[in-house]
């Protein structure tokens, strides 16, 4: 799933990376390259302890809902890919049916999009988007 994040820098400081979509998730780094890398080593920490905690995962929003934010003013937004899967349980193999064409869609998107290693990946992160939605 992409993650939005905003960077802030203050004089004399590392760049601060806050998540909106994830309350209590932060990172910091030296460099651009470097926070947004101990990014993805903090949602997985944070994640984890969701999960210890019994508590339900976050699901990102665009952007676009969080830009009036002043909490978010002169920050410059970036997106984090974090695969949430090894987040959700054990994989349970079920059957379903699926349309040819549908079905050739989906496996030529997976082979084209690295965001997907599979097609079992790919119709989890489209039923995660679906679930996320009021």
Not at 35 to 57: I, R
Request: charged share 25%; with cysteine.
């Amino acid at each position: 799933m992409k993650f939005p994040v905003v960077l802030h820098k203050d004089p004399g400081s590392d760049y601060g990376v806050t998540l909106p979509d994830v309350p209590g998730c932060f990172s910091a780094g030296s460099t651009v390259d470097e926070a947004l890398d101990n990014t993805k080593d903090a949602l997985a920490l944070h994640f984890e302890g969701l999960l210890a905690d019994g508590e339900e995962l976050p699901q990102p929003q665009s952007i676009d809902l969080h830009l009036a934010n002043p909490d978010y003013a002169g920050g410059v937004w970036a997106v984090i890919e974090f695969d949430i899967t090894p987040y959700l349980g054990k994989a349970v193999r079920f059957n379903a049916t699926l349309p040819e064409h549908l079905l050739q869609r989906i496996d030529d998107r997976v082979s084209k999009d690295h965001r997907y290693s599979s097609r079992s990946g790919f119709l989890a992160t489209a039923a995660l988007r679906e679930l996320a939605q009021p």
